[in-house]
């Protein structure tokens, strides 16, 4: 690539101990050698050679095998060729210091990573400048402070850069400040008009607390296995998506106007996700469907909510594999040819394809997952400002979960910084015992049905309801997850009213208070 970041020494030594040590390529937990490591064709080659070699079963590398690796790729062997691979190698081989392995592998890493910024028009010669070759004092300090800065180090001190660079371009172009009163009694009239909500989601409780699927806006919901996160994004899917659902006390009834959404499921076939719809919009249990078995009237229920489908604009997304680039293509594609704005995400988590991106993002640096499930919901977040849609997706929970008296981010699996880029978070979990004894007081009513899941509240930006617990009786089989009352961490009573959301002619929200 031409770049003036390429340390001769690091790549001499890393290479000449991966040839006499190939078992050095086995411990990816401490070593990350890519292609990107090494500007020169010549030493790409050699490298790729010994990877895939070794790769291939072979626990010993010599100068024939390489030979006839490369007999059957002539570009690769002309490289090798002309560079005297043979000879560079046997001289390497020799001088290389096993014992110097890890000072040798950060260097190269560290030039890898300078070189990936140089290659991008970003100067990073405040950080180590290879032309300064006069100045023998400054030359030893910048050596020193190479190696005795970590990758992310190197990483961050050019972050700050470029946020300056943000702060003093990027952030002025939005014009200048303007008076705090400005246009202030048209915002008051404006909500006295049409209340900041949004499309209703399953549930009156749950949009007492939400105030609905709002625009700009990114709400999680986080579980273990097999408590409901994926089957109560399905209810909201279908609920926002289609204009009825069967209620068992009422039959078929109106849901409001059908929008376009998009389900992008992770993980998941399209006909398990249509099983899951069905189930919900008909209250069938999943389970007469996916036998072919029905009680009376159950067929001719799962009949209507088939046809309830196929007319609705639900769009379903299959993204068992998938990038940061393919999550936010998938939303842009959506909002382009079906005008989708509301968006459910199963789930946050990573793939393969997500860590190879990261990796060739950073030059080879391997990130922790945390940093990685950061960076998704960050780009979640950034889709619902830019193109101004609701998003919903959810996490697993760590292994802290089971023995928490107060859920919340900080049981995210990964990164409970993910909390810092939402609007909206829960948590849901399975009713213990304990829980029970300690509501004995309310459920003696018999006013609620005993409760099975528990939804807490841990962030609610301009809501009235955080670090509460709604109180759930689950038919997870229907996928529906029904809050029935609210109380606080320490199980005392709150008092909180099922608000109704309602969308006129004219596509305006409103809130009834039952």
Not at 43 to 50: L, Q, V, Y
Not at 490 to 495: C, F, L, N, Q, R
């Given at each position: 690539m031409g770049s003036k970041y390429v340390d001769t020494t690091s790549i001499m030594q890393v290479i000449g101990c991966v040839f006499n040590n190939p078992q050095i390529l086995e411990i990816t937990d401490k070593y990350s050698i890519v292609d990107e490591d090494f500007a020169d064709p010549f030493?790409?080659?050699?490298?790729?050679?010994?990877?895939?070699?070794?790769?291939?079963?072979a626990n010993k590398i010599t100068?024939?095998?390489?030979?006839?690796?490369?007999?059957?790729r002539p570009k690769s062997a002309a490289v090798y060729k002309q560079g005297k691979g043979e000879e560079w190698l046997l001289k390497i081989s020799?001088?290389?210091?096993?014992?110097?392995?890890?000072?040798?592998y950060s260097r190269l890493k560290k030039f890898s990573l300078l070189r990936a910024f140089d290659n991008c028009g970003i100067d990073v010669s405040d950080i180590y400048d290879p032309d300064n070759i006069m100045d023998v004092k400054k030359k030893q300090l910048q050596e020193d402070q190479l190696d005795n800065s970590t990758l992310e180090q190197i990483a961050d001190i050019v972050d700050a850069k470029i946020d300056n660079i943000r702060l003093q371009y990027v952030e002025d172009e939005f014009g200048e400040a303007q008076q705090a009163g400005t246009g202030i009694e048209d915002l008051i009239e404006k909500f006295k008009q049409h209340p900041e909500v949004g499309v209703p989601l399953y549930g009156p409780l749950i949009n007492t607390v939400t105030r609905g699927a709002r625009l700009k806006k990114f709400y999680l919901r986080s579980a273990a296995t097999g408590i409901g996160k994926t089957r109560s994004m399905i209810a909201d899917c279908c609920y926002i998506g289609c204009n009825k659902i069967y209620d068992e006390t009422f039959g078929w009834i109106g849901s409001g106007p059908a929008e376009p959404v998009l389900f992008i499921t992770t993980e998941q076939e399209l006909e398990e996700i249509q099983t899951m719809m069905l189930a919900f919009l008909s209250n069938v249990n999943e389970e007469h469907i996916l036998?072919?078995?029905?009680?009376?009237?159950?067929?001719?229920?799962?009949?209507?909510?088939?046809?309830?489908?196929?007319?609705?604009?639900?769009y379903v997304e299959e993204l068992p594999d998938f990038s940061l680039q393919d999550v936010e293509n998938k939303i842009k594609k959506n909002i382009r040819e079906h005008d989708v704005k509301y968006v459910f995400h199963d789930y946050i988590h990573t793939s393969l394809k997500i860590l190879e991106e990261i990796t060739k993002r950073s030059g080879g640096v391997k990130l922790r997952e945390d940093n990685i499930l950061f960076m998704l919901s960050t780009r979640l977040k950034d889709i619902c400002n830019q193109h101004g849609v609701f998003i919903m997706s959810a996490t697993q929970l760590n292994g802290d979960y089971q023995d928490s008296k107060t859920p919340d981010q900080n049981l995210l699996r990964g990164a409970k910084a993910i909390a810092d880029k939402i609007d909206y978070g829960a948590i849901l979990l399975a009713v213990k015992d304990e829980d029970l004894v300690a509501l004995e007081n309310i459920l003696s009513s018999n006013i609620f049905d005993r409760p099975t899941i528990k939804m807490s509240i841990y962030k609610n930006r301009r809501g009235r309801y955080k670090g509460v617990?709604?109180?759930c009786k689950a038919d997870l089989g229907c996928c529906r997850i029904k809050p029935m009352f609210c109380t606080t961490y320490?199980?005392?009573?709150?008092?909180i009213d099922d608000v109704r959301i309602r969308i006129d002619e004219e596509s305006a929200f409103e809130c009834d208070d039952t």
């Open positions: 030493h790409k080659t050699i490298f790729g050679a010994i990877y895939k070699i070794h790769e291939l079963g100068l024939e095998s390489i030979s006839d690796f490369l007999s059957s020799e001088a290389c210091m096993p014992s110097a392995f890890d000072y040798y036998n072919g078995e029905y009680e009376e009237g159950e067929e001719e229920r799962i009949m209507q909510a088939a046809k309830l489908l196929k007319e609705s604009p639900i617990i709604l109180w320490d199980y005392e009573m709150v008092s």
